[in-house]
C-alpha cells in the first residue's frame, strides 16, 4: 500500500498553508513572481524541519501503485501544483493577495538571448527591449513602512544645531552666543509659562481684583 493511501493530502488550502505563503510575502519588499515565491516557500519549510532539500519541480513517482509523490510529502505545501491550483488561487479568492502587472527590467543576457530566438528580420525592431511584462504577487494589506519620528531638538528655531561651517570664525562666534542668549530667553519663557499653568483658577481671580 502506498504513502499517499494511508495518509490522504488535503486537496483545499489549509489555514497553515495560507499563513505560510502571506508571511513569506510580507516580507518582501516588491512582489513576487509565483516560481519565486514556491521556492521561498520550500526554503522556509527546510529550515524549519531540517531536513534536506529536494527538487521543488521534481515529482517522485512510488515503486507501487499508481499515485505519485508530491517532491515534498511531508511539507505544509507539498508541490508547486497543490501551491498555485489551491493555496495561491485561495488567497486570491479571498483577497488576501493579488495578482499585479509590471514592467521588469532585462538584463543583458536576456536581451541578447531574446534577439537570438527571433527571427532576422525582428531582430531590428527588438534593439530597443530594455523590459518585458511580468506577473507578481503581493498582499493586498502590505504594511507600509513608518517613518521615524523626527525628535525636536529645543531651541531649533533660534539657530540650535544649525551648520554655520560656511561662515568664517569670527561670524560663528558670533552667531552662537547669539543663539546661546536666545536659548536662555527661551527656557526662561517655558518656566514662565509652566509656573503661569501651575496656578489656581482662584488666585488669578485674587490678583485681577487687587
Same mark, same amino acid.
Given at each position: 500500500?502506498?504513502?499517499?493511501?494511508?495518509?490522504?493530502? +488535503?486537496?483545499?488550502?489549509?489555514?497553515?498553508?495560507?499563513? @505560510?505563503? *502571506?508571511?513569506?510575502? !510580507?516580507?518582501?519588499?516588491?512582489?513576487?513572481?509565483?516560481?519565486?515565491?514556491?521556492?521561498?516557500?520550500? &526554503?522556509?519549510?527546510?529550515?524549519?524541519?531540517?531536513?534536506?532539500?529536494?527538487? +521543488?519541480?521534481?515529482?517522485?513517482?512510488?515503486?507501487?501503485?499508481?499515485?505519485?509523490?508530491?517532491?515534498?510529502?511531508?511539507?505544509?505545501? !507539498?508541490?508547486? !501544483?497543490?501551491? #498555485?491550483?489551491?493555496?495561491?488561487?485561495?488567497?486570491?479568492?479571498?483577497?488576501?493577495? #493579488?495578482?499585479?502587472?509590471?514592467?521588469?527590467? *532585462?538584463?543583458? /543576457?536576456?536581451?541578447?538571448?531574446?534577439?537570438?530566438?527571433?527571427?532576422?528580420?525582428? #531582430?531590428?525592431?527588438? &534593439?530597443?527591449?530594455?523590459?518585458?511584462?511580468?506577473? !507578481?504577487?503581493?498582499?493586498?494589506?502590505?504594511?507600509?513602512?513608518?517613518?521615524?519620528?523626527?525628535?525636536?531638538?529645543?531651541?531649533? /528655531?533660534?539657530?540650535?544645531?544649525?551648520?554655520?561651517?560656511? @561662515?568664517?570664525?569670527?561670524?560663528?562666534?558670533?552667531?552662537?552666543?547669539?543663539?546661546?542668549?536666545?536659548?536662555?530667553? *527661551?527656557?526662561? @519663557?517655558?518656566?514662565?509659562?509652566? /509656573?503661569? *499653568?501651575?496656578?489656581? +483658577?482662584?488666585?488669578?481671580?485674587? /490678583?485681577?481684583?487687587?
Amino acid at each position: 500500500m502506498s504513502l499517499a493511501g494511508l495518509r490522504p493530502w +488535503p486537496q483545499h488550502a489549509t489555514r497553515e498553508a495560507r499563513q @505560510l505563503v *502571506l508571511s513569506i510575502l !510580507r516580507s518582501q519588499k516588491e512582489p513576487v513572481a509565483a516560481k519565486d515565491l514556491y521556492k521561498l516557500v520550500v &526554503e522556509s519549510e527546510v529550515q524549519k524541519s531540517d531536513m534536506p532539500a529536494a527538487n +521543488p519541480d521534481q515529482t517522485v513517482f512510488p515503486s507501487s501503485g499508481n499515485r505519485p509523490m508530491p517532491p515534498h510529502p511531508q511539507h505544509t505545501i !507539498r508541490s508547486m !501544483r497543490y501551491f #498555485r491550483g489551491q493555496v495561491l488561487a485561495d488567497l486570491m479568492r479571498t483577497k488576501d493577495v #493579488r495578482r499585479v502587472y509590471m514592467q521588469r527590467e *532585462l538584463t543583458h /543576457e536576456e536581451v541578447q538571448e531574446h534577439k537570438r530566438t527571433l527571427k532576422q528580420g525582428a #531582430r531590428k525592431q527588438s &534593439e530597443f527591449l530594455t523590459a518585458h511584462g511580468v506577473w !507578481r504577487y503581493e498582499c493586498r494589506n502590505r504594511p507600509t513602512p513608518q517613518k521615524p519620528k523626527e525628535e525636536h531638538v529645543f531651541g531649533e /528655531e533660534v539657530g540650535v544645531g544649525a551648520d554655520w561651517s560656511h @561662515l568664517n570664525r569670527r561670524r560663528q562666534r558670533s552667531r552662537i552666543l547669539s543663539v546661546v542668549r536666545d536659548v536662555r530667553w *527661551l527656557r526662561k @519663557l517655558e518656566k514662565a509659562r509652566g /509656573e503661569a *499653568l501651575q496656578e489656581s +483658577p482662584g488666585e488669578k481671580v485674587a /490678583e485681577a481684583a487687587s
